[in-house]
C-alpha cells in the first residue's frame, strides 16, 4: 500500500475515534450549563476569535446551555489612548477614575460585548449581550483597597434572567460593569464574575480561556502542566508559590466556585485553536481540570 492512502485512513481512523469520543460527553453535559470566562490572545488574534464562536455554538448545538463571561482590558486601553485619558495601575489593578469608568462601561458594554453577540450569530448561534445592570443581574460593591476609584466586587447576583435565556436557547453574553444600588458603575474582573456567575447557575463547568498552558510545575516548561488536580493539592500548589503571580487569583477563583458546588472547573489555554472543544469533548483535555476532591477519579 503506497504511503498517500495509508496517510489517509491513519486521518479517517483518527477523525472517527475524535468524533466517538466526544459522544459520551455530549450525552454527560446536555442540558448543563458551562460558563466560559473570555479573554487574552483568544479575544486579540481574529482567527482564534472566530474559533472560540464556533466552538460556543457547537456546544448550544449539542444541548450544552453556554454563559460567556467578558472583560477587555486592551480594548479599554486603546480608547482610553484614543481620549487622551491616562490608563493608571496600582498594585496590578486598574485604577478606575470616574472618567475612566466611563470608557470602561462605553467599551464593555457597548463596542466588546455586541461584538461578540454578533460574531457568535455570525456563527450560526442566538447570543444576547448583557451587563450586571440588565435584570438586576449583578450588584456590586466597592473592591474595597484604598485610591483604586470604581473597581468592585459581586455583592449579590440574581440569574433569574439568565436561565430564563437558557430555557429559551440564547446564548447569554455578559460584560463584568454592574453597579451599586445607589446606581454608581463598578468595573469588576470578569474571572471573579464568571466563578460567581456559575457558582449562581449551579453550573457542570467554569472554564477560563488564558495564556498559559494551565498549571505548571514549572512555569517554565509546558511539559509540566497538571491535567488534573482537587481543592486541596490547588490550594497546597499557592501555598508553596508553585502557583504565582497573575495564576493566584484564576486559581482562588476556581476553587472558590467549586465550594459553591460547581462540578469541574478548567484553566486552558486560548492561544491553542479550539481549545474548548478539545478540554470539553476529548479524555485527554488540553489544559488544567480542579475539582472537588469528591470528584477525583
Known amino acids: 500500500m503506497d504511503h498517500d492512502s495509508e496517510y489517509i485512513r491513519e486521518t479517517e481512523a483518527t477523525r472517527v475515534r475524535v468524533l466517538s469520543e466526544a459522544l459520551p460527553y455530549i450525552q454527560q453535559f446536555v442540558g448543563r450549563t458551562v460558563v466560559v ?14 474559533k472560540v464562536m464556533r466552538d460556543i455554538v457547537f456546544m448550544a448545538c449539542v444541548g450544552i446551555r453556554p454563559v460567556v463571561v467578558h472583560g477587555g482590558g486592551p480594548e479599554i486601553n486603546s480608547w482610553l489612548g484614543k481620549l487622551g485619558i491616562e490608563p493608571q495601575f496600582k498594585n496590578g489593578l486598574r485604577v478606575t477614575d470616574a472618567a475612566t469608568m466611563d470608557v470602561v462601561e462605553m467599551v464593555l458594554v457597548g463596542r466588546v460585548n455586541k461584538e461578540i453577540v454578533s460574531l457568535i450569530n455570525r456563527s450560526g448561534g442566538s447570543a444576547v449581550g448583557l451587563c450586571g445592570l440588565d435584570g438586576n443581574l449583578i450588584k456590586a460593591r466597592p473592591e474595597g483597597r484604598e485610591g483604586i476609584g470604581f473597581v468592585g466586587e459581586v455583592n449579590q447576583m440574581d440569574v ?55 498549571i505548571l510545575k514549572d512555569y517554565k516548561d509546558p511539559s509540566t502542566l497538571l491535567a488534573k488536580l482537587d481543592i486541596q493539592e490547588a490550594r497546597h500548589l499557592i501555598a508553596t508559590g508553585v502557583v504565582g503571580g497573575g495564576m493566584i487569583p484564576k486559581v482562588n477563583c476556581c476553587v472558590r466556585s ?25 479524555d485527554t483535555g488540553i489544559g488544567s481540570m480542579i475539582v472537588a476532591s469528591e470528584f477525583m477519579s
Do not use: C, W
Request: charge should be negative.
Open 37 to 50: 470566562k473570555y479573554g487574552g490572545a483568544a479575544m486579540k488574534d481574529s482567527i482564534l476569535k472566530s
Open 160 to 214: 433569574r434572567l439568565l436561565e430564563s435565556l437558557l430555557a429559551s436557547g440564547y446564548i447569554p453574553v455578559v460584560s463584568s460593569v454592574a453597579a451599586d444600588e445607589t446606581g454608581q458603575a463598578y468595573n469588576i474582573n470578569a474571572d471573579t464574575v464568571a466563578g460567581e456567575m456559575a457558582a449562581a447557575l449551579g453550573a457542570e463547568k467554569l472554564i477560563l480561556l488564558t495564556d498559559t498552558a494551565g
Open 258 to 282: 467549586l465550594a459553591q458546588g460547581v462540578r469541574a472547573t478548567h484553566i486552558i489555554d486560548g492561544r491553542i485553536p479550539h481549545a474548548l472543544l478539545l478540554e470539553i469533548f476529548t
